[in-house]
C-alpha cells in the first residue's frame, strides 16, 4: 500500500496530534493509503490470503455455519487483506494474524461511527470550536474524509479487538479505537487512530481507577 499526502486531513491532524483536555491527552491520526501492493506489501498479502484460505479450508471441515463464513459472506478476502495490511501500516511494530483479525473488524455506518465520536470526543469536540469558531468538529471530519475517499461509497470497519490483540493497552492508553473508510472504486483506505491517555497517573493515581472512573461516565451519557 502506498501512502497517500492528502492536505484534507492535515488541519484535523494537527488538532489530534496532542491535544491536551487537562486530565487527559487526546492523539489521533487520520492516515490515506492507495490498495496498490508494493515491495513488501505484496509478499505479505499473499501469506494473508493463504492463511485465510486455510483457515476457510479447515472450518468448513468441521462447521458450515461457523461464523468464519463472514470472510466470504460479509466482505471479500481481498477486502479482509486490504484492511490488515492497512492496520500493518497503522501498527508497524504489531504482528496481526488474518484468522485472529477477522474476528475483530465490525461493519459500522456514519451514524455507528458518529455515536462512538460524540460520546469519546465531547471535550475535544468543544476545544475545536473555541480553535476554529466555526462547524463542529465531527463535520470538519466528515467533509475532509468525503473529500479523500467519497463517503457514500465508503464502507466503514471498526478494528475493536479483545485485550491481547489490541497493539495499545502496554502503552497506557485510557481507550482507543481503530477506523478504516475503504472505498473499492477508488482503491484507497483511510484509516483513523484514536486513543486518551491518562495526565494522571503521574500524580500517583492508578490506571485501573482512572479507567474504571472513565468508563462510568461515557456510559451515563451514551443513548443505549
Known amino acids: 500500500m502506498k501512502f497517500l499526502e492528502c492536505a484534507p486531513l492535515d488541519r484535523i491532524n494537527d488538532f489530534l496530534s496532542n491535544l491536551n483536555l487537562g486530565e487527559s491527552t487526546i492523539k ?10 508494493s515491495g513488501a506489501d505484496k509478499k505479505l498479502s499473499i501469506s494473508l490470503g493463504n492463511e485465510i484460505l486455510d483457515y476457510l479450508g479447515k472450518s468448513s471441515d468441521n462447521d458450515s455455519s461457523s461464523p468464519e463464513e463472514s470472510l466470504i459472506t460479509r466482505t471479500s478476502r481481498k477486502t ?42 465531547f471535550e475535544a469536540s468543544k476545544e475545536w470550536v473555541e480553535t476554529f469558531e466555526g462547524a463542529s468538529l465531527l463535520d470538519a471530519l466528515f467533509k475532509a474524509l ?5 463517503l457514500s461509497d465508503c464502507e466503514i470497519y471498526g478494528y475493536l479487538p479483545d485485550p491481547e490483540a489490541d497493539p495499545l493497552p502496554e502503552r497506557g492508553a485510557i481507550w482507543s479505537f481503530n477506523f478504516l473508510f475503504y472505498n473499492r472504486k477508488l482503491k484507497r483506505i483511510v484509516t483513523f487512530r484514536l486513543s486518551s491517555f491518562s495526565n494522571l497517573i503521574a500524580d ?12 462510568e461516565e461515557i456510559f451515563a451519557d451514551m443513548d443505549i
Open 80 to 121: 479482509l487483506v486490504y484492511l490488515i495490511l492497512a492496520l500493518y501500516h497503522m501498527y508497524p511494530d504489531y504482528d496481526f494474524s488474518a484468522v485472529k483479525a477477522h474476528q475483530y473488524f465490525t461493519e459500522e455506518s456514519w451514524d455507528s461511527f458518529k455515536q462512538i465520536f460524540d460520546a469519546y470526543m
Open 28 to 37: 489521533g491520526c487520520l492516515e490515506a493509503y492507495s490498495c496498490k501492493h
Open 146 to 150: 468525503d473529500e479523500v475517499v467519497t
Open 204 to 215: 500517583g493515581f492508578s490506571f485501573d481507577e482512572i479507567l474504571d472512573e472513565y468508563d
